[in-house]
């Protein structure tokens, strides 16, 4: 933990910017991490996964936008996205009966608050949400917000609780490091919403997260056993083997067919692992980020593996 704190630290300082966004030594990790800056990109990389039966989310990085001009680009982007997404030859469209009934879309958008407008107004915000909600519904696919920051958390859970009830279509992400996450599990139960776990990879004090990893996988687990009791096809984003088998036999043990949850990882993380569980029959779906506004992202992936950080330094100074 103290490794990751200080290499989100390091991120933020303008020097360490500059070194990583413009020395060749980190290109091969960020070629690695992020599909490219174009949507072209991130379709292509989706178009190579969906062949091999692996299911994509498209993530059209940026988040914090400093104008309303920037949050209308924003969601003017994620229609785009989800315009050419239903073009893609292997998508299927979910049904809207739906995940309930094992039918899912193989491809769909993951989307920030704060690049809609959060940071603005949670009004502005929800309208520019509702915007491509309605698109994503016209068309037959799912939205996810990604979970943010902690000082954010409250206000997407209950900005996803409005807009849910016009458009259920859409879900959000939770983190296990929250201690608030058990309560939230419960929440997203009741309204049988769709909801990704995840372990977090924001920097978190004490008083909010949990700081020891054995404490989050703990964590983590609990959540996903009662997620798979109780949740609507919920979506467990992990590399960690030991915790994917102890899903696994959770779901097992609850007589649960493996097309009532999936799986999902990070582009170009664990890619054998991702081909083993397709061929175990379990869905699984990878998070393909794109875009220009690249940095934040790649600093957390950065934070999450510190070897990755220290074999491009080794690089760099070997030149």
Partial sequence: MFARLMILKASEMRPVRKMITQSRAFRPLIRRFVAGETLDQAIAAAEELLPK???????YLGENVQSREEAVHAKNTYIEILKRIAAIKEVMPMDHVGYADGLVETVNLSVKLTQCGLDQSDDFAEENYREVLAVAKAIGNFVRVDMEGSPYTERTVKLVERV????????????????????????AAMRRLRIRLVKGAYFEEADVAYQEKMRVDEAYMRLAER???????????????????????SAKALNLPKDRFEFQMLFGVRRDLQEKLVAEGHRMRVYIPYGESWYPYFSRRLAERPANALFALKSLFKG
């Fill in 227 to 249: 997620m798979l009791e109780a949740c609507a096809y919920p979506a467990f984003a992990t590399h960690d083997e030991a915790l994917i088998e102890k899903i696994q036999r």
């Fill in 164 to 187: 849910h009830v016009d458009y259920p279509n859409t879900g959000t992400v939770l983190q296990s490091y929250l201690y608030r996450t058990t309560e939230d599990v419960e929440w």
């Fill in 53 to 59: 039966g692996i299911y994509v989310s498209l993530d």
